[in-house]
């Protein structure tokens, strides 16, 4: 193993990184103004829900949650070493992690993605709000059946979300991840519950799976209208 990788995966230089990254989301927050649409959505959320975001859109994702309200989280978060830090920085920001994720290519136990599954479902039991991307990994803007599924088995609500920065930095990788900067509009926007019907057959799942992929591609676009426009929207 190389130096580089020894320092990475340290604990030390991992709580550093997740403590640092915490802080800095804390400042794009504080130093934003945020748009919520819908304004009520916290009125009218059912809880405990599922939180359905594409990766790379999620790095906010964490303030979606209202302490002042009695919000409980859990995110879902991946086994790979760069996971190890995202967990720490959710930790930091009040968070509960569960690690493992999904595959598209035999490797699903590998990643821990069942023993995953079994704890999100006990979160949702338990009253916990559970949070994951929606993407196959490693291919963007196509949502799998994972988060379906997870609706599925445990009758809870998927509510897709998407959140945008006016000011932001694009990254050319496989998911298009927009790195939030501190300063301007901050648009969260939220589309209505959809739910998974205990027995769908794979035809029924298969259309739900649609809906959310076409949810959040729909919301997508619209917080970033709202980012950078300033659409019809109050904050």
């Known amino acids: 193993m190389s130096w580089l ?3 990475t995966a340290s604990p030390a230089f991992q709580e550093t990184v997740g403590a640092a990254a915490a802080a800095y989301l804390r400042t794009v927050w504080r130093t934003s103004r945020v748009i919520l649409e819908p304004a009520n959505i916290y009125e009218t959320v059912q809880m405990p829900a599922i939180i359905a975001m594409w990766h790379g859109q999620h790095f906010m994702a964490p303030f979606i949650k209202r302490e002042e309200l009695g919000h409980r989280a859990k995110v879902l978060i991946s086994r790979h070493r760069d996971g ?7 930790m930091r920001l009040g968070i509960g992690t569960i690690r493992g994720s999904g595959a598209h290519n035999g490797e699903f136990h590998r ?19 559970v949070a994951l991307t929606a993407d196959v990994p490693k291919v963007s803007r196509v949502a799998g059946l994972g988060v379906v599924k ?12 998407a959140i945008a920065s006016q000011r932001r930095i694009e990254l050319a990788n496989w998911d298009k991840s927009a790195v939030n900067l501190p300063g301007g509009r901050l648009a969260m926007v939220a589309a209505e519950a959809i739910f998974a019907p205990r027995d769908a057959d794979d035809a029924a799942l298969e259309g739900v799976r649609q809906q959310v992929e076409r949810e959040l591609n729909r919301i997508t676009a619209r917080a970033y209208e709202i980012a950078d426009h300033n659409a019809r929207s109050q904050p």
């Not at 990643?111 to 709000?129: D, S, T, Y």
């Not at 997870?150 to 979300?161: C, E, F, T």
């Open 5 to 7: 990788k020894r320092l």
């Open 111 to 129: 990643k821990g993605g069942a023993a995953a599954f079994a704890e999100m479902l006990e979160a949702l039991e338990q009253g916990w709000n």
């Open 150 to 161: 997870l609706a599925q088995h445990s009758g809870r609500p998927i509510y897709p979300v």
């Open 84 to 90: 190890e830090i995202n967990a720490r920085a959710a």
